[in-house]
């Protein structure tokens, strides 16, 4: 599985180079212009493999350092989504947190990996004509991060395989290591936080995650607010 998805972007960087190296004087500066960005995306692709495959072994191992402070959750998600939407800017990502939400006892760069991997993996399995939403809300002690995704939802007979390495399932649209769940669960976890998902089949699919609070305080405001990435 690893040898297939490091291949294939590879063989992309090789060809693209390829043609620039035969060919750059003949290329108008768009397609030159294209086939960089075409081997940047390509790079992108192999350095996610590889820092999955990294967490992946640390995490197998109880070597995957933990640094736990308090963090303001809603900007890890507002970050995490400018990146993405970078990277998909045909995308809608909208954010809606409950009003003063408390911060979360967690570490900053791990959280940051949860939530690039949920929105990511809700990116992939929708289409593009379709919004992710990411809600946070407070939950008794905790914060519940939830991104839902419409679309093709999760097939009964494939939700036994999410939060399994290297899972595929078969509505997938864009590029993944089949890892991004699986390393949630063990990083929401090991920061004593839990994970799952609902799903209707053919319609929608979310999932959640849940980080303690830094300290207990009383029930939020209902309200909200939304911030629409596009």
Do not use: C
Not at 62 to 73: I, Q, S
Not at 74 to 81: C, L, N, S
Request: net charge negative.
């Amino acid at each position: 599985m690893i040898a297939h998805e490091m291949r294939a972007p590879l063989a992309t960087i090789r060809g693209a180079v390829g043609l620039l190296a035969e060919h750059h004087d003949r290329l108008l500066p768009e397609r030159r212009s294209e086939l960089l960005d075409v081997i940047d995306d390509a790079t992108l692709q192999v350095n996610r493999v590889v820092e999955d495959l990294m967490v992946l072994s640390r995490l197998n191992d109880g070597e995957l350092a933990f640094e736990p402070e308090a963090l303001d959750l809603v900007k890890i998600v507002r970050d995490a989504a400018r990146a993405l939407n970078s990277r998909y800017p045909n995308r809608t990502i909208t954010i809606a947190p409950q009003d003063d939400v408390p911060d979360v006892r967690a570490d900053a760069i791990r959280t940051r990996q949860i939530v690039n991997n949920l929105i990511a993996n809700a990116i992939g399995y929708s289409e593009e004509s379709t919004d992710v939403i990411v809600s946070i809300v407070t939950e008794g002690n905790a914060v519940r991060t939830s991104v839902y995704n419409e679309g093709h939802g999760i097939a009964s007979s494939e939700q036994s395989k999410l939060f399994l390495p290297f899972a595929m399932l078969s509505e997938r649209t864009a590029e993944s290591t089949g890892l991004g769940l699986f390393i949630a669960k063990g990083l929401v976890e090991a920061m004593d936080g839990d994970i799952g998902f609902t799903s209707e089949p053919g319609a929608n699919a979310v999932f959640w995650f849940t980080l303690p609070i830094v300290a207990v305080r009383a029930p939020q405001s209902d309200a909200y607010r939304a911030d629409v990435l596009n």
